[in-house]
């Protein structure tokens, strides 16, 4: 097949679009979708010091790649990345290694946190002590907390993550399918809250597929490997789903955003965000008294 732009060789078919494109018309269209994006929601600007979640996987090795490449040469925004290392045997110690490649290359200051100094135990000794809910729940509590406290530590303003469209139409979906509805409000924050570092997310309108070519396409260094307790989580179905149900009826997953994006307001209106409060124990932001760290942490006796 032929680019539909300028007739070389396709590497790609945008069943949504119903575009054919090259190599480089596919960079160049991946990069005008993100720029645009941050454009709109002006997610960087000038004096901002920005900390990027970086997990060695394709999703943050494209955000800082493209972050770097339009921003880099303004002195007056800063990018710092950041790993969470959660102690997960055969998966971490392999995509580490990726994110320092590629800091390295862009000349980014990278930083690892580690569960085992910052929480007091791996991820994979805490799921020897307990095992009633799936493993990326007890992850995700402490993950999202030490990506905060460090990109706060640091004195970024803001924090950008690799999410993408098919991450945030699988959470439109998943929070559907549970009934949480209050939970979906809070996908799109309404206002910056004490302590809790502002959230970008840059790829949030490019399918998985596309920043995996675009990835490759860039020779950008990433881990291919999964997490091994991925395949624990409902999250892993409703992809599976998504991904046949995009299969048939191309464009799903933006018409699942796009319908989102329009009722989004009303469930801000009618699910007020709280304001946050300190934690008693450690100081974190919380919406108890206690946060849910420390309660994880006091139920499955790790030392506070
Ligand atoms: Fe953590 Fe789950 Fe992601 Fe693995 S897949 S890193 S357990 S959130």
Do not use: W
């Not at 901002?48 to 770097?68: P, W, Y």
């Not at 924090?159 to 939970?183: I, K, P, S």
């Not at 997953?253 to 994006?261: L, N």
């Not at 919380?286 to 006091?298: A, F, Y």
Request: net charge positive; hydrophobic share 35%; with cysteine.
């Amino acid at each position: 097949m032929k680019c539909d732009k300028c007739g070389k060789e396709a590497v790609i078919y945008q069943r949504y679009s119903g575009m054919h494109l090259c190599a480089a018309h596919e960079i160049a269209d991946v990069e005008r979708k993100v720029k645009k994006r941050m454009r709109q929601e002006k997610m960087v600007i000038p004096g901002d010091h920005v900390a990027v979640g970086m997990s060695g996987g394709k999703d943050s090795a494209v955000t800082l790649s493209i972050l770097t490449e339009t921003f880099g040469k303004r002195p007056e925004i800063k990018f710092t990345a950041i790993t969470i290392d959660e102690g997960i045997e055969g998966y971490r110690n392999f995509s580490i290694p990726k994110v320092k490649e590629l800091c390295d290359r862009l000349g980014v200051p990278h930083v690892v946190v580690s569960f085992k100094d910052e929480v007091g135990c791996t991820l994979d000794d805490m799921l020897k002590r307990e095992r009633k809910e799936a493993s990326c729940t007890y992850c995700g509590v402490f993950r999202r907390m030490l990506l905060n406290k460090k990109a706060r530590e640091i004195g970024a303003n803001k924090l950008a993550t690799g999410h993408n469209l098919d991450d945030d139409a699988q959470t439109v979906l998943l929070n559907v399918l549970n009934g949480d509805v209050e939970r979906l409000a809070r996908l799109r924050p309404s206002r910056i809250q004490e302590g809790l570092v502002p959230r970008i997310k840059p790829l949030m309108d490019i399918p998985e597929r596309e920043i995996a070519l675009y990835a490759f396409l860039k020779k950008l260094p990433f881990y291919l490997g999964e997490c091994p307790y991925a395949h624990e989580s409902l999250r892993g179905e409703v992809k599976d789903m998504l991904n046949d149900f995009e299969s048939r009826h191309p464009g799903t997953k933006y018409s699942i955003m796009r319908g989102f994006d329009s009722i989004v307001d009303c469930l801000k209106e009618k699910y007020r965000q709280v304001p946050l409060e300190k934690c008693a124990i450690c100081g974190e932001p919380s919406i108890d008294k206690t946060c849910q760290g420390c309660k994880l942490k006091q139920r499955i006796h790790i030392k506070i």
